[in-house]
Nanobody, 122 residues
Framework: QVTIVESGGGLVQPGGSLTLSCAAS????????MGWFRQAPGKEREIVAG????????YYAESVKGRFTISRDNAKNTVTLQMSNLRPEDTAVYYC???????????????WGQGTQVTVSS
């Protein structure tokens, strides 16, 4: 069982930056690939970025490539999503999730946090 808690969401102006953090409670955290997803009102949940358990592989959605960076610290059981050049279309609830392998579909992730709201607006 992995308990996940996200933090760092908030209101930011277009073009601004925000860093989301994800803390996991379980000591086996390092065995899981981690992903950041987002869900906007009326839309399906979609992957934003993912990282393998050793950080050897990462995945980014086309819409965030070059703007978002995912990283992890297995010693601290944390995953970070650095977001820059934010756009209004990035507005969504952002979720951190854990999976046995680096996957891109929400159904392939076993554990989820409660989410944190990111709003990009002037």
């Amino acid at each position: 069982q992995v308990t996940i808690v996200e933090s760092g969401g908030g209101l930011v102006q277009p073009g601004g930056s925000l860093t989301l953090s994800c803390a996991a409670s379980e000591g086996t955290f390092s065995a899981y690939a981690m992903g950041w997803f987002r869900q906007a009102p009326g839309k399906e949940r979609e992957i934003v970025a993912g990282i393998s358990w050793r950080s050897s592989r990462t995945y980014y959605a086309e819409s965030v490539k070059g703007r978002f960076t995912i990283s992890r610290d297995n010693a601290k059981n944390t995953v970070t999503l650095q977001m820059s050049n934010l756009r209004p279309e990035d507005t969504a609830v952002y979720y951190c999730a854990a999976s046995r392998g680096l996957q891109t579909k929400p159904a392939e992730y076993d554990y989820w946090g409660q989410g944190t709201q990111v709003t990009v607006s002037s």
